[in-house]
T-cell receptor, first 116, second 113 residues
Framework: EPEVTQTPSHQVTQMGQEVILRCVPI?????FYWYRQILGQKVEFLVS????????KSEIFDDQFSVERPDGSNFTLKIRSTKLEDSAMYFC??????????????FGPGTRLTVL | AQSVTQPDIHITVSEGASLELRCNYS??????LFWYVQSPGQGLQLLLK??????LVQGIKGFEAEFKRSQSSFNLRKPSVHWSDAAEYFC???????????FGAGTRLTVKP
């Protein structure tokens, strides 16, 4: 069964450094998402992406964050200057169709980001 | 704005016992409701979802959930829990455009032998 993959599984970085989290969505999916889960807290929506542009973003997704689909398979989340509070598990998800809640989002295993 | 409340942070049940995990939602229109499970170190796996139709929804691993509009609830049930069901369970709500799906805080399930 096809699945969403994410690399790396764990990323450790120094405060102020840039990080790029990578995701490979399911190949025939059209919508892509990033969520984060701070340790012990709920999963929070960050951003959705369709047709090479952001379709929706939350208040968490400020100017420090950006997303990109650099080629036909990868979907990346960049944090320009990491802060301690960016430490979290970051989940990528993808869905086949666009704009309809009848479509299921499939989640990757996550990347644990630790900012020191 | 939509939101989800999972009143129970942690539940412990004995293996073989029945299980019910509570979920209450707030949404201004017809909600689309989901239950996900997260095993330690793993991503989120969809257990089941409700969009319309029959209010009792069957999912994977023997789970089911019932949508009750009058109570704004979507509780997850399983008649007989297995040790492998120990995990974190998340309820989520979305709308027609589910780009902004909202998750509950999760319920951690411990299964006693």
């Amino acid at each position: 069964e096809p699945e969403v993959t994410q690399t790396p599984s764990h990323q450790v970085t120094q405060m102020g450094q840039e990080v790029i989290l990578r995701c490979v969505p399911i190949s025939n999916h059209l919508y892509f998402y990033w969520y984060r889960q701070i340790l012990g807290q709920k999963v929070e929506f960050l951003v959705s992406f369709y047709n090479n542009e952001i379709s929706e973003k939350s208040e968490i997704f400020d100017d420090q964050f950006s997303v990109e689909r650099p080629d036909g398979s990868n979907f990346t989340l960049k944090i320009r200057s990491t802060k301690l509070e960016d430490s979290a598990m970051y989940f990528c998800a993808s869905s086949k169709l666009g704009g309809g809640a009848s479509d299921t989002q499939y989640f990757g295993p996550g990347t644990r980001l630790t900012v020191l | 704005a939509q939101s989800v409340t999972q009143p129970d942070i942690h539940i412990t049940v004995s293996e073989g016992a029945s299980l019910e995990l509570r979920c209450n939602y707030s949404y201004g229109a017809t909600p689309y409701l989901f239950w996900y499970v997260q095993s330690p170190g793993q991503g989120l796996q969809l257990l089941l979802k409700y969009f319309s139709g029959d209010t009792l929804v069957q999912g994977i691993k023997g789970f089911e959930a019932e949508f009750k509009r009058s109570q704004s609830s979507f509780n997850l049930r399983k008649p007989s829990v297995h040790w492998s069901d120990a995990a974190e369970y998340f309820c989520a709500v979305g709308g027609y455009n589910n780009n902004d799906m909202r998750f509950g805080a999760g319920t951690r399930l411990t299964v006693k032998p």
